[in-house]
């Protein structure tokens, strides 16, 4: 059902795909309705709507404050690592730490749901359970933060040691 807030007139859905008022006339296409805050009410007093809309808020907030402060500080530790002075094969190191930067995104993507497989995945093999990293919402939520370190550390890494600026803006 519609109802018109201005007139008060109700109108109720025909088997033609139009909505109809008592009086007979069909609602015009472009019609809108103005509901105010109603919605924003209905979807914060109803528990369906409040439940996952509260949860979805704090995994929009804890998602990329995690993901920010592990690909930063990994990145720095292995920057900080990798130019110690008993390091030697340094440009070797450089170039495997940056392999997951240069792979295009969706390549990244198919591999690691490959990798994380509950069924034949090389992470599960790896460890002494299974884990359903991607049937679980919980392990689905870990998997996503650490796909996303393993795509962003790189860049940490590149910005910690300086080696992606040009000597030339640097001097």
């Known amino acids: 059902?519609?109802?018109?807030?201005?007139?008060?007139?109700?109108?109720?859905?025909?088997?033609?795909?139009s909505f109809v008022g008592t009086d007979g006339t069909e609602l015009e296409p472009g019609w809108t309705a103005?509901?105010?805050?109603?919605?924003l009410e209905r979807v914060i007093g109803d528990e369906r709507y409040r439940t996952p809309l509260v949860k979805v808020?704090?995994?929009t907030f804890v998602y990329p404050f995690?993901?920010?402060i592990?690909?930063?500080f990994l990145g720095l530790f292995l920057a900080l690592t990798i130019n110690h002075p008993?390091?030697?094969?340094?440009?070797?190191?450089r170039i495997l730490l940056i392999v997951p930067y240069a792979m295009p995104?969706?390549?990244?993507?198919?591999?690691?749901?490959?990798?994380?497989?509950?069924?034949?995945?090389?992470?599960?093999?790896?460890?002494?359970?299974?884990?359903?990293?991607?049937s679980d919402p919980w392990w689905a939520k870990v998997a996503v933060v650490l796909v996303q370190v393993w795509a962003g550390t790189p860049y940490m890494f590149l910005i910690a040691t300086g080696f992606g600026i040009s000597n030339y803006l640097l001097w």
């Open 86 to 93: 008993k390091i030697k094969p340094k440009k070797l190191y």
């Open 1 to 17: 059902f519609v109802e018109n807030i201005l007139t008060g007139e109700t109108y109720k859905p025909n088997n033609e795909g």
């Open 70 to 72: 592990i690909t930063f």
């Open 34 to 39: 103005r509901v105010g805050l109603k919605n």
């Open 66 to 68: 995690l993901v920010v």
């Open 57 to 59: 808020l704090i995994w």
């Open 105 to 134: 995104g969706v390549l990244s993507i198919l591999t690691w749901k490959g990798m994380l497989n509950e069924s034949y995945g090389i992470v599960n093999k790896l460890l002494p359970g299974t884990v359903p990293w991607l």
